[in-house]
Nanobody
Framework: QVQLVESGGGLVQAGGSLTLSCLASGRTFSTYTMAWFRQAPGKEHEFVAGFSRSADNADYADSVKGRFTMSRDNAKNTVYLQMNSLKPEDTAVYYC?????????????????WGQGTQVTLSS
């Protein structure tokens, strides 16, 4: 089992940047596929980006491709989400998720482990 703790959320102006972090507990971090989801008020979880345990690069939702970059540092048990050119529609609670399957799944239903979320709010 793994525990996830997100940090780095906050209030930022449109066009600005923010970096989220997700620290995972445990010694087997490298065996987990990691993902970021977000949830806006009244909406379901939306896939943002994912990094499988065996991949060199992340997979991105079309809505964030070219603006967001996900990375992982297995030595620090941490994944990051660098968010640039932020838009008002990026406002949401951002969640880190993990599971032991090999591939990235874009449905939140597949992931067993979740962080508590961190709020990202865009001001226009």
């Amino acid at each position: 089992q793994v525990q996830l703790v997100e940090s780095g959320g906050g209030l930022v102006q449109a066009g600005g940047s923010l970096t989220l972090s997700c620290l995972a507990s445990g010694r087997t971090f490298s065996t987990y596929t990691m993902a970021w989801f977000r949830q806006a008020p009244g909406k379901e979880h939306e896939f943002v980006a994912g990094f499988s345990r065996s991949a060199d690069n992340a997979d991105y939702a079309d809505s964030v491709k070219g603006r967001f970059t996900m990375s992982r540092d297995n030595a620090k048990n941490t994944v990051y989400l660098q968010m640039n050119s932020l838009k008002p529609e990026d406002t949401a609670v951002y969640y880190c998720a993990a599971d032991t399957f090999r591939s990235v799944y874009r449905s939140s239903n597949y992931y067993r482990y979740w962080g508590q979320g961190t709020q990202v709010t865009l001001s226009s």
